[in-house]
């Protein structure tokens, strides 16, 4: 594979390597290699590269990445045009990760590579949680890096992660994340936490929607979106209302669930919340098939997105895939690329480690796989296939 478009900076660095100009390799060779030019042996780039290759591959510890590299050495070294006598050690690789890097620059670059097409017609949708980097809380306390992202469930891939300073929470650091993003047509969800007036005034400022769940910590919000819902199943004559609801029902994991959404928009006015749309009911019954109990629970929300934008079966629908959040992204970073068991005590390390599972995470989506641990066994059997997806995509 000959591609004459090599971005002259990287190429500077490992001559002989051929890739494409919005390939990942490409876009890495951008990242500031923050360290004294004087006594570098390893070039930024090609580090970061290699170990996305081993993360593809199912290594997740910067000793099982170093162990990776080395078996495929020659190979490797050959393929991507450099002059190594030798690979780094798992060392090298931790000291890049704490030293060599801008976190806020890489998590830009990974950013701007990872961001979706628009689809013609169709909102995009942005969830909101945070992650705790468990591996960098220190013995006999509570606290470590906290991350916040914005996730976007179709296409599999973080839009963007900030750091939660030590200072704030989740809550004071989501307009930071959200002013760093285009919310023009998009769609934000988050958990009761983010159920809040100036955020939401943001979202719909700069061109966005909403979506939250309402719970305790918008007592009287709830209270009256309660009050409204209930009155209506209960009501013994004929009530003018404009309720619409819509329900799914899915059997898996030894387990039957149904969820009905009701929706309304007669609080509009009287809310004064801004921008809302409509106020919302979930009522989720799940049924576990073996032993038959059953679990019942009922959670309400608020939307800026009006009827005409949004019957109930899309609010059902984007309600529903902002769980993507947990089960498509963190639960795929603890399990399968085992971020909480890899122990990085350098806070800065441990970022960056997070960004490099956001991007192999990323990268998988994009070569159409959806189970992350089979397409990681895929890669280590065709580590040729894994090059091809970092010079070429």
């Known amino acids: 594979m ?15 390597t051929f890739f494409e100009v919005g390939s990942l390799l490409a876009a890495l060779a951008h990242v500031t290699d923050q360290r004294s030019a004087r006594g570098v ?6 580090v970061l590269v290699l170990m996305v290759l081993a993360k593809l591959s199912g290594e997740d510890r910067p000793s099982g990445i170093a162990h990776w590299v080395s078996l495929r050495a020659a190979w490797l070294v050959k393929a991507l045009g450099l002059k190594w006598k030798r690979t780094p050690h798992d060392a090298t690789y931790r000291r890049v990760m704490a030293s060599a890097i801008d976190v806020g620059e890489l998590e830009a670059v990974v950013s701007r590579f990872l961001q979706p097409a628009p689809s013609e017609g169709v909102a995009l949708i942005i969830n909101l949680d945070g992650k705790s980097l468990r591996g960098t809380i220190p013995a006999g306390q509570t606290q470590g890096e906290h991350l916040l992202a914005a996730y976007h469930p179709e296409a599999g891939v973080v839009l963007l992660q900030i750091a939660v300073g030590s200072k704030e929470n989740e809550i004071s650091a989501a307009p930071r994340l959200l002013q760093a993003l285009d919310l023009s047509g998009k769609i934000v969800t988050g958990d009761a936490m983010f159920a809040q007036v100036e955020l939401s005034r943001q979202v719909v400022a700069a061109g966005g929607d909403y979506l939250w769940v309402v719970k305790d910590n918008q007592p009287s919000v709830r209270d009256h979106i309660e009050t409204l819902f209930v ?18 029902i899915d059997k898996g994991h030894g387990r039957l669930e149904q969820r009905t959404l009701t929706a309304s928009s007669l609080l509009n006015e009287y809310l004064g919340w801004p921008g809302v749309g409509q106020v919302f009911e979930i009522e989720r ?13 009922i959670v309400y929300g608020i939307s800026s997105l009006n009827g005409a934008a949004a019957d109930a079966a899309r609010l059902l629908s984007i309600s529903r895939a902002h769980w993507g959040i947990e089960n498509g992204l963190h639960y795929r970073r603890d399990v399968t690329f085992k971020e909480d068991a890899t122990r990085m005590k350098n806070g800065t390390a441990a970022q960056v480690l ?9 990268l ?3 070569a159409g796989f959806d189970n992350a641990a089979e397409a990681r066994r895929w890669f280590e059997a065709r580590p040729k296939a894994a090059l091809d997806l970092v010079l070429r995509c």
Not at 41 to 46: G, H, T, V
């Open 285 to 297: 019954e799940v049924i576990e098939l073996a032993s038959q109990q059953r679990r019942h629970e």
């Open 2 to 16: 000959e591609i004459s478009t090599a971005v002259p900076a990287l190429a500077a660095q490992a001559p002989g």
């Open 41 to 46: 042996r390893y070039d930024l780039a090609p």
């Open 354 to 362: 997070a960004i490099l599972n956001n991007l192999a995470l990323g």
């Open 364 to 366: 998988i989506r994009r």
């Open 231 to 248: 009155s209506e199943r209960t009501a013994r004559g004929p009530v003018a209302h404009d309720f619409q609801s819509a329900t799914t």
